[in-house]
């Protein structure tokens, strides 16, 4: 039998992971284990990676965040990328992506491996095509050895395009933006070239093989998402989420953890149906959805047309939120974007449980409430989400110590301030006592993701990207969404 999560958690062991994970999520070890037995939540955890405190991604869980990091063949450096890693992590991220393209690979993944506190994915067909010269050039041997050594390396989690197939190609033609994931078209490449099935779907069992010696998890990537609102849940979609559902099963037989991931562009009228379709189909395995984009026409801010149906992914049941920056579509995102992309998904994410009525959920919201309602700006500001922002922010017009103090801020002005004049009414008539009601978040039901501070991991381990000086000028990363 496999040495993996889902295999101990089927013989109906508690593994140290799933104790710690009950203790994040302030949940009963029991449950966790439950759920990951029956494959609708996923602990990527791999033995080799030491530095990691174990977290989950499923639908009953509290709603994950994945950033992506990764050097192109114009940058960088290790000590770059363990910056990356720890921004990331700073700004709340529960996983991160290594979609490095460029030089080092080996080197940059061990290093992220070792100091990362999160679990780390990465897209191993990347690595494969520059090893080969070509996306062409790729053979099942090379992509089995690359997967192997990924997961030696102690990777937590890959994506695996296997759910593409030749059949699905035609399908694609009349799209408007025909296939926009950079795994899939590199597979529909090579199928075109070599007149053969997809090489991942080939060799599907193999890999199975190897994720179960090493606990790795499957993120089986949805090669045919829509890039665009035009395509969304077309035909091709649909037909790869049907080859991803027996994929899941596959997985499974072989005690081998899945999750699946989705698109991509969708109109919000339609999210709610891709999240209930997947997990349909895919025996409620995690949805691990790419925003979606509710919209095509902002480039500049697609952070927040990404969040939107994010947020309402998160509602409808997604597991886990991959962020967008605003710099999708554009260029390779820096600090600044990086810490824009996180903050849009991390508000979408905790929306969504809120929306669910995850225990303890809106008690941050309630104690932040409640900050705000009396005037206790250095508490709201350590509250907030992104204290340093509030903070900046509220300085910008009024900076001096007495205005931390104030009832009116610089928005409506005292004359104008509703709350002061709202208090000062009800003080009148004798009905301010409500607020003596304090929220205690230390007593909070909620999981640790739904409580202030985010970015709670040891981060000594790496070094600072000069995270409190500049935003924006030290760290840019690699292409985020486009694996
Ligand atoms: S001035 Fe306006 S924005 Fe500022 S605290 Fe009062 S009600 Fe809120």
């Given at each position: 039998m496999a040495n993996t999560q889902i295999a101990a958690a089927r013989e109906g062991t508690v593994t140290e992971e799933m104790k710690r994970v009950a203790e994040r999520e302030n949940r009963d070890p029991a449950f966790v284990r439950e759920q990951v037995a029956e494959g609708q939540a996923v602990i990527p955890a791999n033995r080799n990676h030491h530095a990691l405190d174990a977290m989950i991604i499923g639908s009953e869980f509290s709603t994950k965040v994945n950033a992506n990091i990764g050097n192109s063949e114009t940058t960088s450096d290790l000590e770059t990328e363990l910056e990356k890693l720890h921004t990331a992590v700073h700004y709340g991220a529960d996983t991160v992506m290594d979609l490095g393209t460029g030089s080092d690979l080996d080197e940059i993944r061990e290093a992220h491996v070792e100091h990362s506190p999160v679990p780390i994915g990465t897209v191993p067909l990347y690595e494969a095509v520059k090893q080969a010269g070509g996306p062409e050039e790729i053979t099942t041997e090379l992509l089995l050895e690359v997967i192997e050594k990924q997961a030696e390396q102690g990777v937590d989690y890959m994506t695996i395009?296997?759910?593409?197939?030749?059949?699905?190609?035609?399908?694609?033609?009349?799209?408007?933006?025909?296939?926009?994931?950079r795994g899939g078209s590199i597979v529909a490449k090579w199928m075109e070239e070599n007149g053969e099935q997809n090489p991942l779907f080939q060799v599907y069992d193999e890999i199975c093989s190897i994720f179960a010696e090493h606990d790795v998890t499957f993120s089986l990537g949805d090669s045919l998402r829509p890039g665009s609102l035009a395509d969304a849940c077309d035909e091709a979609q649909y037909a790869e989420l049907d080859t991803l559902g027996e994929l899941t099963r596959r997985a499974w037989e072989y005690d081998v953890q899945v999750m699946v991931e989705g698109p991509g562009h969708v109109p919000m009228h339609k999210v709610a149906e891709n999240v209930e379709r997947q997990q349909e189909v895919c025996d409620g395995a995690p949805f691990y959805v790419l925003g979606p984009l509710v919209t095509d026409i902002a480039p500049g801010y697609d952070h927040i047309t990404s969040a939107i149906g994010a947020a309402m992914a998160a509602q409808a049941g997604a597991a886990m939120l991959c962020y967008v920056t605003p710099k999708e579509h554009l260029g390779l995102p820096d600090e600044a974007d990086v810490r824009d992309g996180l903050a849009a998904y991390r508000i979408a994410a905790h929306s969504g449980d809120v929306a669910n009525g995850l225990p303890g959920a809106r008690d941050w919201d309630d104690a932040l409430s409640e900050a705000r309602y009396t005037f206790d700006w250095r508490e709201q500001f350590n509250l907030a989400l992104d204290p340093d922002r509030a903070r900046e922010y509220h300085d910008q017009t009024l900076p001096g110590d007495n205005y931390k103090e104030a009832r009116f801020c610089s928005m409506c002005g005292v004359e104008f301030c509703s709350m002061r004049i709202d208090q000062d009414a009800r003080d009148a008539d004798g009905?301010?006592?409500?607020?003596?009601?304090?929220?205690d978040l230390e007593a909070s039901a909620a999981a640790e993701v739904n409580l202030p501070p985010v970015g709670t991991h040891d981060t000594s381990a790496t070094p600072d990207g000069g995270l409190d000086d500049d935003p924006g000028e030290d760290v840019s990363l690699e292409t985020p969404s486009n694996d």
């Open positions: 395009h296997a759910g593409i197939l030749a059949e699905h190609l035609p399908l694609t033609d009349g799209r408007k933006t025909g296939i926009v994931s009905e301010m006592n409500h607020l003596e009601t304090q929220t």
